[in-house]
């Protein structure tokens, strides 16, 4: 079992920065692929970004390609999401999630904090 917990979401105007956190509880989140989704309101939850667990092949999602960065540190249980230039488009929350599975699809992942609110303002 392995419980997530994001913070670091907040109101931000287009153009600036946050970095979400996420922390994990288990002592062997280093075996586990993390990834970021968001669901924005009336729209489903998408994949964003991941950072498989055994190497630093990052995956993202087009419309993040170049603006959000996602990094890990396994000595502190923890996945960044860097988020640059934000856009108004970006306002979702955003949800951390783990698997043992390296896939984009949702619904390979057991694992899956509570969400953190990102709202980009005009």
């Known amino acids: 079992q392995v419980q997530l917990a994001e913070s670091g979401g907040g109101l931000v105007q287009a153009g600036g920065s946050l970095r979400l956190s996420c922390v994990a509880t288990r002592s062997s989140f280093s075996i586990y692929n993390v990834a970021w989704f968001r669901q924005a309101p009336g729209k489903e939850r998408e994949f964003v970004a991941l950072f498989p667990w055994y190497d630093q092949t990052t995956v993202y999602e087009d419309s993040v390609k170049g603006r959000f960065t996602i990094t890990r540190d396994d000595h502190q249980n923890t996945v960044y999401l860097q988020m640059d230039s934000l856009k108004p488009e970006d306002t979702a929350v955003y949800y951390c999630?783990?698997?043992?599975?390296?896939?984009?699809?949702?619904?390979?992942?057991?694992?899956w904090g509570h969400g953190t609110q990102v709202t980009v303002s005009t």
């Open positions: 999630a783990a698997s043992r599975s390296l896939v984009k699809n949702q619904s390979a992942y057991p694992y």
